[in-house]
């Protein structure tokens, strides 16, 4: 009987032995099973820290976005100086102030002599101007009066290499970017001389009706001395005048109602006397 209580006192011995092993690896399982997560994000934290290193290290050998703008920046300085000095003998070495400039802005206003005009040069500066620039890129420029080319026609070929010109027409995928590039340039000096023909070609002048205040009027050289008058009595103080045939004088010169303005030689701010008389 004792030997019995000896072995069954063993045997409980041993299975609790058995419990506390299972427990202790269940225990062990557990733990495990926490921290395999915790591990796969710190290494998936590693490997993407790493990730941008190589990427930072990679975007730094190869200069990053900020470098190549940088170069592309020094390309368009290069292609912009070299149209420059391209143009530059073509260009007027000195420009001459249009008469409403003359005497109302300081010198440093006149453009540079060898580059482009600016809103202060003369009808006949910008002239040559747009001639030279024509001739510089290689655009003849057809005359229908003869060998005498007029700022009009040099007008519409300006309209036509700005079309030849356009960066639509000459995309990086098309022409390459340093091309690409040159074209832009020329297109936004062409801009520039379009604006100023537009300028240019309308003149400010003044009338004056006996001691009636005087009237500033703007019309392209293009216009009519019929459409002055109409210009004229559409507005106070000259409205009143609209029933009554009228002469206009520059000078001593009557200016007849079927001439240009162009053809009269009025200037900017000459003066046109209005006269009351019969119409011709």
Do not use: W
Not at 25 to 34: F, L, P, V, Y
Not at 70 to 87: F, G, I, Y
Not at 149 to 171: C, G, I, Q, Y
Request: include cysteine.
């Amino acid at each position: 009987r004792q030997h019995e209580q000896q072995q069954q006192q063993q045997r409980e011995q041993e299975r609790k032995q058995k419990q506390e092993g299972e427990a202790s690896r269940r225990g062990r399982s557990e733990k495990a099973a926490t921290a395999t997560p915790k591990a796969q994000s710190r290494a998936s934290s590693s490997n993407s820290s790493s990730g941008r290193s190589v990427d930072d290290n990679a975007s730094s050998s190869s200069g990053g976005p900020g470098a190549l703008a940088r170069s592309q920046s020094l390309q368009r300085d290069d292609v912009r100086n070299a149209l420059e000095e391209k143009l530059r003998p073509f260009m007027p070495a000195d420009h001459v102030f249009r008469e409403a400039s003359r005497g109302s802005v300081p010198e440093r206003s006149r453009a540079a002599g060898g580059g482009l005009c600016n809103r202060h040069c003369s009808r006949d500066c910008l002239k040559t101007c747009v001639a030279g620039f024509l001739m510089a890129m290689d655009i003849p420029v057809k005359s229908k009066g003869g060998s005498k080319v007029s700022l009009d026609e040099l007008f519409e070929t300006v309209n036509k290499a700005m079309r030849k010109f356009h960066p639509d027409r000459n995309s990086v995928k098309r022409v390459g970017l340093e091309k690409s590039m040159y074209c832009e340039e020329v297109c936004k000096d062409l801009s520039l001389l379009q604006s100023l023909m537009d300028t240019t070609n309308e003149v400010a002048f003044v009338l004056m009706y006996k001691d009636q205040p005087k009237m500033r009027v703007n019309l392209p050289l293009s216009a009519t001395v019929g459409e002055l008058k109409k210009r004229a009595v559409s507005e106070p103080p000259y409205d009143a005048l609209a029933a009554r045939p009228l002469l206009l004088r520059l000078g001593n010169m009557e200016m007849r109602d079927d001439r240009t303005l162009a053809s009269c030689n009025v200037k900017e701010n000459c003066i046109v006397n209005v006269v009351v008389g019969n119409a011709n």
